[in-house]
């Protein structure tokens, strides 16, 4: 799954790179980690807009990732971007303590794939959004269980649609209190 561009990342990636996108979500200098990353293009256009990026995906995918960040961002952001193995849900307190790292924004785009890791997935957002966290999700819907979980997505978290490009929906969420 890691070697291909899926409908959601174009679209935000194309929604962040308008005026409204950047007038919503605003990268320059803000502490950005992406899910999931796959191919690594929302995580190229968030460091060519100014975010400090974290790209993390399974450790099989990140050769070819860490090989797209660095051609596609060296010597052309302000803040060179990063790359780690994130398994959803696995020890996520030990690898990425809440002291030590908290980010701006959470990024997903078309995660809501590997059906039977969706709980994983909202685990691992939950862990993310902390006080001051947007998560951004970027998501086609294509079956009931994408259905299902943004309806999850939208009980654990405050979520509201930004917009919706080519049937990809994105939303903006922060943390309920």
Not at 63 to 70: D, E, F, Q
């Amino acid at each position: 799954c890691g070697g291909v561009v899926w409908p959601a990342a174009l679209a935000l990636c194309r929604f962040l790179d308008t005026p409204t996108g950047r007038q919503q979500i605003n990268l320059l200098d803000n502490s950005t980690l992406e899910l999931g990353a796959g191919t690594g293009l929302v995580s190229i256009v968030a460091t060519l807009l100014g975010a400090k990026m974290t790209a993390t995906d399974l450790p099989e995918i990140l050769g070819n990732l860490r090989c797209n960040l660095n051609r596609n961002t060296k010597w052309q952001g302000r803040h060179e971007p990063q790359v780690t193995a994130l398994p959803w849900g696995y020890k996520l307190e030990e690898m990425f303590p809440h002291s030590t790292h908290h980010y701006d924004y959470v990024f997903a785009a078309d995660v809501v794939y590997h059906h039977d890791c969706l709980n994983e997935l909202l685990d691992t957002m939950l862990h993310f959004c902390q006080t001051g966290t947007t998560i951004i999700l970027a998501n086609k819907v294509d079956y009931q269980s994408d259905l299902v979980f943004l309806e999850n997505f939208k009980k654990a978290f405050n979520a509201t649609l930004l917009t919706e490009l080519d049937k990809v929906r994105i939303y903006s969420a922060t943390m309920r209190i």
